[in-house]
Every structure is written in structure tokens, then in C-alpha cells.
């Protein structure tokens, strides 16, 4: 492997997997949302989802705060700074290593 | 893991637009260019010169005012009943200071090509609907590109046309205005009613949203 495509293998590896890198795109999007709202824009099951979320939580990506809407039970789901910071570092990785790639 | 619907860049603009998919803003923006309309309708009809001219001149801001943050309300609680129960709820972030001068930008334009209208005197307020027409088409046009809605496009080259078939047909410039606006507002109204109507037969409200 060439010097310049080694540190491909540095990607973030809890934002490099295809449902959290679209549930960490959403919420870069907005300053919160719902796990409802999560459920049906990433199209997963509610476990892959939980999965994936509580995935995310442990790395300190995300924020899960469980509330009531009058009496609905609510999940809000929120970025985290250090998420926000990672998702700009992880964008700026892959677009450095797509423009190194050989055509 | 099951399929992921959409792509990473369509799930970007599929959150801007999730504000606007159960048309309810458009209804709100419609009443209170019905509202607007209603008030300039009342300014054109009341003798020039008398108290209540002056009275309803001076309450006009107060409407539009109240009328915007009344609409903010009316949405807000109409999403906490209708759309949140359906599809979730979004908290978005609040519009950068880059935005905000750019509001504050577009409404002092409009506000000194408004009074420099009325400075050159009565024959150059007939082009009021006409300017009205351009600035609300721009903010719709501005709207439609960014969420990629292809209802915001055809809004835009409506109020276009509108404001230029008022300007041209003559009307006085109150009355050209209140039909300008009512017109619109009419329109909007019922593209979000439209809206609503399809939202609402996709969707069934969840019975509980907390996690899985």
C-alpha cells in the first residue's frame, strides 16, 4: 500500500458504516430529531436503529434524551460537538483520499 | 441490516424540506396574505384624509405583525397535533448571522423601493404589485432551489404574473396591492391545503414514538 492511500485505513470507523454516517448526515442537518423521525428518513428497523444509535452514544457522538410530549413518550436525538467535529473531520478525510485515488 | 432508504446528500435536503412536506406553512402564509390583502382592502375603501384612513394606515404594521407571529404560533401547534405524530419531529438550528442580515438586507430594499415609490408620487405606486410580485417571487424562487419543491417554482412565476397582470390592468395602488395579495394568498393557501390533504392520507399518526 502507497504511503498516500495508508491512511485511508484512519477513517473514523463508528462514522464509516452507511446507516450511521446517514443518521449522523440528518442530524448535522438540524439541531435535533426525533427517533420517529430517524426511524422513517434512514429506512432501519427500530432495533437497527437503537443499534446504531446507542452505537454512537458510547463513542460520545450523540446525545439521546428520553422525554414526554404531553403524555407521548418522545426521543430526541442531538449531535454532540464532538460529533459535529467528527463529521466535518471524517468529510474532509474522504475528500483528501478521493482526490488521491488513481483514475 | 435493512435497506437504508435515500442517499447521504438526499437525506440533507430531505430535512430542509421536512418542514414544508404537510403544506401547513404554505397555509399560514396564505391566511395572512388573505389578512394583508383584507387590511389594504379596508385602507382603499375609507374616505382619504378621515381619522379612520389614518387609524387603519397606522394599525397596517400591527396587522402584519400580529399576523406573522399569530401564523408562527398557528404552525407550531398545528405540527405538535398533525405532523410530529405522524412522520417525528425536527428541531432545526437557528439561521446563522449570515441569514439574518440577509432578511434584514431583502426587507429594508423592499422598504426604501417602497417609499421611494411613494416619494415620486401616485402614478408610480401602480407599479407596486408588479415590484411586490418580483420581491415575493424571489423569496419563492430562493425557496424552491434550495429545497428542490417544484410547487415553490410554480408559486414564484405566479406571483410574477400576477403582480404584472395587476400592474398592467391599472388598478389603484391599494387596491392593486390588496388584489395582488389576496390573490396569492388564495393560491398558497390552497397549494398547502393540497399539501395537507396528501400528507395526511400517506401518513398515519404512530401511537407511540419513543425507541424501539
Known amino acids: 500500500m502507497t504511503g498516500d492511500l495508508r491512511h485511508l485505513a484512519d477513517v473514523d470507523r463508528v462514522l464509516h458504516e452507511p446507516a450511521r454516517l446517514l443518521i449522523v448526515t440528518i442530524l448535522y442537518t438540524v439541531e435535533g430529531a426525533d427517533f420517529l423521525y430517524l426511524l422513517r ?21 450523540v446525545t439521546i434524551e428520553k422525554t414526554f410530549r404531553g403524555k407521548v413518550p418522545l426521543t430526541i436525538c442531538r ?3 464532538n460529533g459535529r467535529a467528527a463529521f466535518r473531520a471524517y468529510r474532509d478525510h474522504l475528500k483528501q483520499v478521493v482526490e488521491k485515488m488513481p483514475e | 441490516m435493512g435497506p437504508v432508504s435515500g442517499d447521504v446528500d438526499e437525506a440533507r435536503k430531505r430535512a430542509y424540506r421536512y418542514w414544508y412536506e404537510d403544506g401547513l406553512s404554505e397555509v399560514a402564509v396564505g391566511c395572512l396574505f388573505i389578512l394583508i390583502a383584507l387590511a389594504l382592502g379596508v385602507q382603499a375603501i375609507l374616505p382619504a384624509g378621515s381619522a379612520a384612513a389614518f387609524l387603519s394606515e397606522l394599525a397596517f404594521p400591527v396587522v402584519v405583525i400580529g399576523g406573522m407571529w399569530a401564523a408562527r404560533r398557528l404552525v407550531n401547534a398545528a405540527k405538535e397535533r398533525i405532523t410530529y405524530p405522524r412522520t417525528g419531529y425536527v428541531r432545526y438550528r437557528r439561521s446563522g448571522p449570515r441569514r439574518r442580515w440577509l432578511s434584514a438586507l431583502i426587507g429594508g430594499g423592499m422598504g426604501a423601493i417602497a417609499a421611494f415609490l411613494f416619494a415620486q408620487g401616485p402614478a408610480s405606486l401602480a407599479w407596486l404589485p408588479l ?20 410547487r415553490f417554482y410554480a408559486s414564484a412565476a405566479l406571483s410574477v404574473l400576477m403582480g404584472a397582470a395587476i400592474t398592467l390592468g391599472g388598478a389603484a395602488h391599494l387596491i392593486g396591492s390588496a388584489a395582488y395579495f389576496g390573490g396569492l394568498g388564495v393560491m398558497l393557501a390552497a397549494m398547502g391545503a393540497f399539501t395537507l390533504r396528501s400528507y395526511l392520507r400517506q401518513t ?9
Open chain 1, 41 to 61: 428518513e434512514t429506512g432501519l428497523t427500530k432495533g437497527n436503529l437503537s443499534s446504531h444509535l446507542a452505537r454512537l452514544e458510547g463513542a460520545g457522538y
Open chain 1, 79 to 81: 449531535l454532540t460537538e
Open chain 2, 131 to 150: 415590484l411586490q410580485g418580483l420581491i415575493v417571487g424571489a423569496v419563492l424562487l430562493y425557496t424552491g432551489s434550495r429545497l428542490d419543491l417544484l
Open chain 2, 204 to 212: 398515519q399518526p404512530t401511537s407511540e414514538t419513543g425507541e424501539g
